[in-house]
């Protein structure tokens, strides 16, 4: 019994430790969108223009600031689903849901929701071949 205490209260002290590093990376996040917005002062800028603002601000190429915007809307949905969850699915659930929204957004292409489907696919298929065969595979 107190075996189990000590191990939530191990996790409760993980999440806790975890936390902080959270707050700064959404910190960082924050700090960084300002720039973007005051490119051009005058101009509004859309969902939809995002990527080409930090395109413009970052003096970078289009591909890799479609890249980064979409990898801060996915952390910032992914960490705490996968802080506070005990398994594997939810934030890959929400992964692939955010994912999507990207892609109807016109940031990323089709073809890396494709491509992570067959990466989870490929994750799973030995635990899919062990569930229905009935142990594990040899």
Known sequence: MFRSQSKKEERKEKRLRISPLLALFIVFVVMALPVVHAVDENDE?????????FSEAFNIDLFPAQIFASAIILMVFMIPVAIWSK??????????VILGLLIALTWLPVWFLV??????????AGRIREWISGGPSG
């Open 115 to 124: 491509v992570l489907c067959m990466m989870i696919a490929l994750l799973f």
């Open 87 to 96: 398994t594997i699915i939810p934030p890959i659930f929400v992964g692939v």
């Open 45 to 53: 800028v859309y969902l939809y223009d995002l990527p080409q603002k």
